[in-house]
């Protein structure tokens, strides 16, 4: 859950910035803005790279504790394509 604050405080620390560039329009508060939205983009990679790495060691082991998954059920083979039908002679006149 430490993850979580961190990303609350960044935001929080945010604000002020926000304000201060659409109601005031602050240029500098703008690039403080993008500034911290970027860091969030990157926090934001870091937790999903954390979050499925965690759920896919959590996934392998429990093959291993015993439980096991159903096998996905197959699909139905496709009907087989109809045939094209022969081409007709032309007509003798």
């Not at 690039?31 to 937790?47: C, D, I, N, S, Y």
């Amino acid at each position: 859950m430490n993850n979580f604050s961190k990303l609350k405080d960044l935001v929080m620390s945010l604000e002020d910035d926000f304000s201060k560039f659409y109601d005031k329009q602050n240029a500098a508060a703008g690039t403080r803005v993008r500034k911290g939205m970027q860091e969030l983009k990157t926090m934001a990679q870091a937790f999903r790279t954390e979050v499925q790495n965690t759920k896919n060691a959590g996934a392998a082991a429990a093959p291993a504790a015993g439980a096991k998954k159903a096998a996905p059920a197959k699909k139905a083979a496709p009907a087989a394509a109809k045939a094209a039908p022969a081409k007709k002679a032309p007509a003798k006149k």
